[in-house]
């Protein structure tokens, strides 16, 4: 299985400023996502973030408002630019691993446990 | 496309009773279904998953979900509820041509009162 921790936990920002999330894994992992969480809804993919290589982006995210760094098979960061409050959200961070058991191999997602953002 | 659906917003279920959480599916092949639970302040905690082999799979925490081809369901259950399963179920399917890609459903509130 994978540990993945996210700083900060949670914070309160003002309109018009940045915020940069870290998410960092116990294991070498390729690929990292991102997804974002609204209040009262469900997940949403933003980036998929490799090591290596710049992150792909799902429709109606850019990487000028979320730019994502990948400096290393353990940490990726996520930054919200220019926040307004429509980006308050819950932003977690998720790894894919490959895992082989004795019922079989498969693929499994693990997650953080979130950044809550409040953008007032 | 690949896409879930939970039709409910909120499950409500007294302590000790059976509890269903309901997911259909629209796929375009082979489905890879999940559920997972998130609890409040935590993030994302896997529960089950179905690829293929028996339609009733068993997960974490007691709970078991039914695949259902004809009916293009992955309903969750559990035979007893306990209080403390009271948190927020999402039903999540892979996209079969970006595997890394998952597609969630909007959500279900399990209340479970004793």
């Known amino acids: 299985s994978a540990v993945i921790s996210q700083k900060p936990s949670r914070d309160i920002c003002q309109r018009g400023t940045s915020l940069t999330i870290q998410c960092q894994v116990d294991?070498?992992?390729?690929?990292m996502f991102w997804y974002r969480q609204q209040p009262g809804q469900s997940l949403t993919l933003i980036a998929t973030a490799n090591q290596g290589s710049e992150a792909t982006y799902e429709s109606g995210f850019v990487i000028d408002k979320f730019p994502i760094s990948r400096p290393n098979l353990t940490f990726s960061t996520l930054t919200v630019s220019n926040m307004s409050p429509e980006d308050s959200s819950i932003y977690l961070c998720?790894?894919?691993?490959?895992?082989?058991?004795?019922?079989?191999?498969?693929?499994?997602?693990?997650f953080g446990p979130g950044t809550r953002l409040t953008v007032l | 496309a690949q896409s879930v659906a939970q039709p409910e917003d909120q499950v409500n279920v007294a302590e000790g009773n059976p509890l269903t959480v309901k997911c259909t599916y629209s796929?375009?092949?082979?489905?890879?279904l999940f559920w997972y639970v998130q609890y409040p302040n935590r993030g994302l905690q896997f529960l089950l998953k179905y690829i293929t082999g028996d339609n009733l799979v068993k997960g974490s925490y007691g709970f078991e979900a039914e695949f259902n081809k004809s009916q293009t369901s992955f309903h969750l259950k559990k035979p007893s509820a306990l209080v403390s399963d009271s948190a927020l179920y999402f039903c999540a399917v892979r996209d079969l041509y970006n595997f890394n890609k998952f597609y969630f459903g909007s959500g279900t509130k399990l209340n479970v009162k004793p």
């Open positions: 294991s070498q992992v390729t690929m």
């Open positions: 796929v375009s092949g082979n489905p890879y």
């Open positions: 998720s790894v894919d691993l490959y895992l082989l058991r004795q019922g079989g191999s498969y693929n499994e997602q693990f």
